[in-house]
Every structure is written in structure tokens, then in C-alpha cells.
């Protein structure tokens, strides 16, 4: 279990199990900082830690990588100029791309207390402290690595079929970017969340089962963490577009 910094609190998350595919033979990591040494030190660590990693150096530019690149993970960093962190962030969010989902941690030197509504507002996902050094950065990054071990509905394949289970997980995927977009009334916020955490369990996505049935029973303030835990799904399941590839007979 790891522990890491979001909005301010202490959140735990197991280790993700995975799909095997592309993303897993080589996990890529893009740095968004406009300073080229903060830049570097990062690419060098994470590279070294196993990532490839890509690296931009604006908002703009880091909104254009994550429209065109498979990510799985964005680092940001907030102040910079022309775009910050917080509109680049917001601007994927909003994009409606496969990207749109990726797991987005802050670079910032702003105390918790200054950055957490922004953060959350925006759509990250936690956020690394400046200045940081390479086991901060890398036990920050770890629980966004994808495992390289099958995902656990692979052993719903063998009952249904591996085309079946693959569009179990396309109508799971959209389940679940429904819920994440929908602007719902307390109760129906709450409906929703039911059918996630019940599918979610049972196709093998622990941690969105366990925080959207906290939510589904009132616990308001489990919402971010089970808006979190939709997007590491989102961002394990991959591009619809595959899912759907892979559900054809």
C-alpha cells in the first residue's frame, strides 16, 4: 500500500493489476515544466525508475501531447507562464479525448492549503511538492505504474469468452466516464454510484467498487477519491476505440 498527498490529506491505494497491452511494455509519463532543469532532473529519475517519459514544456503543449500520445500519467507543473497547470489540467478534462481521463499530479511549491480547491477544481488527481527530491518524486509517481500482471476480470474470459469480456469492459469504461460527467442531484448521484461499485467489483476494479459504494451510501466526501479511482480505471482500460477492436467476434 502507498501513501501520497491529495488535496491536503493522506489517501492509501493498493497496487492496480492491469490489462496487458502496449501501455505495459513501456509506461509513459509526460513532464510538463517550462523550467528545462526541473525538466531534466524529472526525466532522468523516472527514466532511470523504468518510465518513458515525454516532456513539454507549457500548457498548450502538454494539452496537444495528451490529445495525440497514450499517457499514464501527466505531471504539471502550475506556474507557468502563457498556461498554467490548473487551465492546461481543466482543458484536458474537458478535451473529450481518450486522454481526457489521464491520472494528473501538480508540480507546485503552493502549501496544500493555497492548492487544494484549485486542484480539485481542475481535475488533478494529487500533487508533488517543489522542490522535490528523486524518492519523492518516485514514490509519488509508483502507484500510477502500470503492474505488468493481468487484470483480474481475465478470469471472467474464461467463463464468457475474451470478445464478451472485452465488451463487458467497453460498457464499463462508458459507465464509468458517464459518471465522472454527469452533473447528478444527490440522489441520483447516489443511484448511479450503486451500479458502478457493483460492476466494478465484479469485473475486477477494487478500489472504484470500494470508494463509489462509500458514495453511494452518503459518503459525500469519498466523491474525489471515487472520481480518482474512475480515472486509474479509465486510464488501465484504455482508448474505447480498442475495447470496442477487441469485443469484435
Known sequence: MVEYALYGRVIKYHHATMRVDAMLESPSILVVDDDAVNRGIATAVLTKAGWHVDAAEDGRAAITAVRQHRYALVLMDIQMP?????????????????????????????????????????????????????????????????????????????????????????????????????????TERRARAHRVAGIAGTLGFPEVSNTWLAVSEGEDSQWEAACIAARKALAELGPAEELRESARP
Open 82 to 186: 502563457e498556461m498554467d497547470g490548473f487551465a492546461a489540467a481543466a482543458a484536458i478534462r474537458a478535451g473529450g479525448s481518450a486522454g481526457a481521463a489521464v491520472p494528473i499530479l501538480a508540480f507546485t511549491a503552493l502549501s496544500p492549503e493555497d492548492a487544494a480547491s484549485r486542484l480539485e477544481s481542475s481535475g488533478m488527481d494529487g500533487y508533488i511538492a517543489k522542490p522535490f527530491t528523486a524518492p519523492m518524486l518516485l514514490e509519488a509517481v509508483e502507484p500510477w505504474r502500470p503492474s505488468g500482471k493481468p487484470h483480474r476480470s481475465a478470469a471472467l474470459a474464461a467463463l464468457f469468452g475474451e470478445s464478451e469480456i472485452n465488451a463487458m469492459l467497453s460498457r464499463f469504461r462508458q459507465q464509468l466516464a458517464d459518471a465522472i460527467a454527469a452533473c447528478d442531484a444527490h
